[in-house]
């Protein structure tokens, strides 16, 4: 019965009635989310890391205004590799987006094939532990032994009011715990610049607690919607060296 009541939320919370009223932004938080992919061109794996060690003690909040933490990522067999980026707001990503750290990086011979996204959070967000600048956080290299990121994107055949995303992302947030799928250290519930594309950035403990979680009912009940399009699930390891950027989350 726990388990129906969980997918009956987690379907209602995506199956409301369309609004092309995007224009309002109170169900949106400050905190932003940036995400970064990009592959690698005649660059080995050793000399990559190498590469990453030298500039990650460049992403801190010191360097970087605004910046609350940043996980890089990689995803050893589909060769994507890039970073996760949490900033207090979406003009920090813009001053990040135009600054000469991030002109250095894009500019990399050896990195190639960039893809940028920017994504607004849900107020409510903080409910599914999904806001950087409230979770508890840890700089000890061990502590990312294993972490795993977890991104999805999807698009709706009809889009929710945003009185009913508000609505429904404060009540059904906290489903998205530990207690409900163990190794699931929080949720960012995301939405894209121009409202139409939804998804989530998960943090779990272990590449295994991700794939059950991709099998458990509520996931299942989800992508099998009918109103539901999800063209992305991208699985990606978390550098150790991300516990320098503000440190990583764990439970």
Known sequence: MKKFLIFACFVTLFGCKNSNTNDQNAIYADETVLIVNYQLE???????????????PNFTSENVPG??????????????FG??????????????LDSELRKGVVE???LV?????????FDGTELANGNHSMRKTS????DASG???????????????NEEMSRQVKEYAPVFTNENFPGMIGKTMINSTDGNVYGGVYFFTSRSAIDDYL????WIGFEGDSNTNVYKKDTYMVAPISTISNGVPVL
């Open 83 to 96: 970073g996760v980026y949490y900033f207090s707001n979406h003009t920090d990503v813009e001053i990040y």
């Open 108 to 110: 990399h011979p050896n």
């Open 139 to 142: 700089f000890n290299v061990d």
């Open 215 to 218: 099998v458990s009912e509520l």
């Open 147 to 161: 972490l795993h990121i977890l991104v999805v994107n999807y698009t709706n055949e009809v889009n929710p009011t």
């Open 42 to 56: 005649n660059m080995t794996l050793e000399q990559h890391a190498e590469l990453g060690s030298a500039v990650a």
């Open 67 to 80: 910046l609350l933490g940043k996980s890089f990522i990689g995803n050893l067999e589909t060769e994507i």
């Open 113 to 121: 094939n960039f893809k940028t996204d920017v994504f607004k959070t």
